[in-house]
């Protein structure tokens, strides 16, 4: 089997970007994401004004709603992969680009540059609201921490999303995809860092957390960033590859 040319692969690129930029679902996804994050980013800091005035960090509250704010990203990529097999679209798609590795690999690029953008606004704009509102009473911050906070912030969403589109290319329906994806984010990972807590930071969301979060001086083990961003991308790497490999070798 030939390998697509450079010229072949950006045209599935940029097909695979029209797709999911003409996909309704997608906008409304990160529309209500980007509202409930700073839902939740005013609610956070209206308690953390309430409570011990100089002592409350802001990356602390503006980043306490990524726990819920992950659910966006991770319905996010499961409709970028699960959305096509909503009235058979996949066979069109395969008829038109029969190179199934490389096309669902650009359906991956094409959600990660759709992605990134979207994440830091999202998270940028719930940490610039709390450090607006707790500047003159929390603890300070420097302005390049927030910003390598921010950038891992972003990286561990982008990661969740594409983690989460390779397990959307696997299951093929976005059901079962979405209740095994957040089972495990809400329902097994916090058990097994209970049952576990010796591996627990090699779970691909409490290494992502430590991405953004600088770990508290009484943490023992932690991870670093840079250690908590090859764990998440292990994780992502082995659930696309994963994918790519079964959906080469099934049908449609």
């Given at each position: 089997?030939?390998?697509?040319?450079?010229?072949?692969?950006?045209?599935?690129?940029?097909?695979?970007?029209?797709?999911?930029?003409?996909?309704?679902?997608?906008?409304?996804?990160?529309?209500?994401?980007?509202?409930?994050?700073?839902?939740?980013?005013?609610?956070?800091?209206?308690?953390?004004?309430?409570?011990a005035?100089?002592?409350?960090?802001?990356?602390?509250?503006?980043?306490?709603?990524?726990?819920?704010?992950?659910?966006?990203?991770?319905?996010?990529?499961?409709?970028?992969?699960?959305?096509?097999?909503?009235?058979?679209?996949?066979?069109?798609?395969?008829?038109?680009?029969?190179?199934?590795?490389?096309q669902?690999?650009?359906?991956?690029?094409?959600?990660?540059?759709?992605?990134?953008?979207?994440?830091?606004?999202?998270?940028?704009?719930?940490?610039?609201?709390?450090?607006?509102?707790m500047?003159?009473?929390?603890?300070?911050?420097?302005?390049?921490?927030?910003?390598?906070?921010?950038?891992?912030?972003?990286?561990?969403?982008?990661l969740?999303?594409?983690l989460?589109?390779?397990?959307?290319?696997?299951?093929?329906?976005?059901?079962?995809?979405?209740?095994?994806?957040?089972?495990?984010?809400?329902?097994?990972?916090?058990?097994?860092?209970?049952?576990?807590?010796?591996?627990?930071?090699?779970?691909?969301d409490?290494?992502?957390?430590?991405?953004?979060?600088?770990?508290?001086?009484?943490?023992?083990?932690?991870?670093?960033?840079?250690?908590?961003?090859?764990?998440?991308?292990?994780?992502?790497?082995?659930?696309?590859?994963?994918?790519?490999?079964?959906?080469?070798?099934?049908?449609?």
């Amino acid at each position: 089997m030939s390998v697509p040319s450079i010229k072949k692969i950006t045209q599935i690129l940029r097909a695979e970007l029209d797709k999911l930029a003409t996909l309704p679902l997608i906008w409304l996804t990160l529309m209500g994401t980007f509202i409930l994050n700073l839902g939740l980013a005013a609610a956070f800091t209206s308690i953390g004004l309430q409570g011990a005035i100089g002592t409350q960090k802001i990356l602390n509250i503006g980043f306490a709603s990524m726990g819920y704010l992950q659910v966006g990203f991770i319905i996010l990529g499961i409709l970028a992969t699960c959305s096509e097999y909503i009235g058979g679209q996949i066979r069109t798609t395969l008829a038109a680009i029969p190179c199934r590795g490389i096309q669902l690999s650009m359906k991956h690029l094409a959600l990660a540059i759709i992605t990134v953008p979207a994440a830091f606004i999202i998270t940028a704009s719930g940490v610039l609201y709390t450090y607006m509102m707790m500047k003159d009473t929390a603890a300070a911050i420097d302005i390049d921490t927030m910003v390598e906070a921010l950038a891992g912030a972003t990286g561990y969403l982008t990661l969740t999303s594409l983690l989460s589109a390779a397990i959307g290319a696997l299951l093929r329906r976005t059901t079962p995809a979405l209740v095994v994806l957040l089972g495990y984010y809400f329902v097994v990972s916090p058990l097994s860092r209970d049952l576990l807590p010796s591996i627990k930071m090699y779970f691909p969301d409490t290494a992502g957390y430590y991405m953004y979060m600088p770990p508290s001086p009484d943490e023992i083990n932690v991870l670093s960033p840079m250690q908590g961003t090859g764990i998440s991308m292990i994780w992502t790497l082995i659930f696309i590859t994963a994918a790519i490999v079964f959906y080469r070798k099934r049908d449609a």
